[in-house]
């Protein structure tokens, strides 16, 4: 059973960077593509962007100059910067396996930018 | 980006009910579309992708069709389960990921 978990910081303050990590178990990062997704509370869904095994990466262009995706094939996990943050980007963030279409998803993590 | 629409953002409906939720983009996506649901608290979960390929495990009652720039999805007797948020999310090469701002199914 495949199965993906958020994990970092619930809190950072506004000009900082938010890191999390996506740590995926039941399956091989070495295969599929993975992605970072976010839903503002009681919003809609934000794709991030995505990255392969071998590094390559693909980002959404509203984020695109904040955002850094990088992978970890010893760890079998994937994480997520996004530098200068503010509070537009309060969300609860998500991982989620495949490409074009997302078959399996984390629990989610709620973000809050606040000083 | 590829911008997707919904409607409608809302809905009341009752057990046994069919109801169909349309999605139009606002460029062709070919196929390149699918269907999610979302319960409170959770992560949405793929009912159907390439626009009618429904995904093994979800109950037949839940279908999709279209191509181009509308889409819909019909849920064909609602059932208890079935009241949640539904959004489209559409895949073109060189455009980003984009998704639809949601339909919430209620309980009428």
């Known amino acids: 059973q495949v199965q993906l978990q958020e994990s970092g910081p619930g809190l950072v303050k506004p000009s900082e960077t938010l890191s999390l990590t996506c740590s995926v178990s039941g399956d091989s990062i070495s295969t599929y593509y993975w992605n970072w997704i976010r839903q503002p509370p009681g919003k809609g869904l934000e794709w991030i962007g995505s990255i392969y095994y071998s590094g390559s990466t693909n980002s959404n262009p509203s984020l695109k100059s904040r955002v850094t995706l990088s992978v970890d094939t010893s760890k079998n996990h994937f994480s997520l910067k996004l530098t200068s943050v503010t509070a537009a980007d309060t969300a609860f963030y998500y991982c989620?396996?495949?490409?074009?279409?997302?078959?399996?998803w984390g629990q989610g993590t709620l973000v809050t930018v606040s000083s | 980006a590829i911008q997707l629409t919904q409607s409608p953002s809302s809905l009341s409906a009752s057990l046994g009910d069919r109801v169909t939720i349309t999605c139009r983009a606002s460029?062709?996506?070919?196929?390149?579309l699918a269907w999610y649901q979302q319960k409170p608290g959770k992560p949405p979960k793929l009912l159907i992708y390439h626009a009618s390929s429904l995904i093994s495990g979800v109950p037949s009652r839940f279908s999709g069709s279209g191509s181009g720039t509308d889409f819909t999805l019909t849920i064909s007797s609602l059932q208890p389960e079935d009241f949640a948020t539904y959004y489209c999310q559409q895949f073109n090469t060189y455009l980003p990921i984009t998704f639809g701002q949601g339909t919430r199914l209620e309980i009428k």
């Open positions: 460029q062709g996506v070919s196929s390149s």
């Open positions: 989620a396996r495949g490409s074009p279409y997302f078959d399996y």
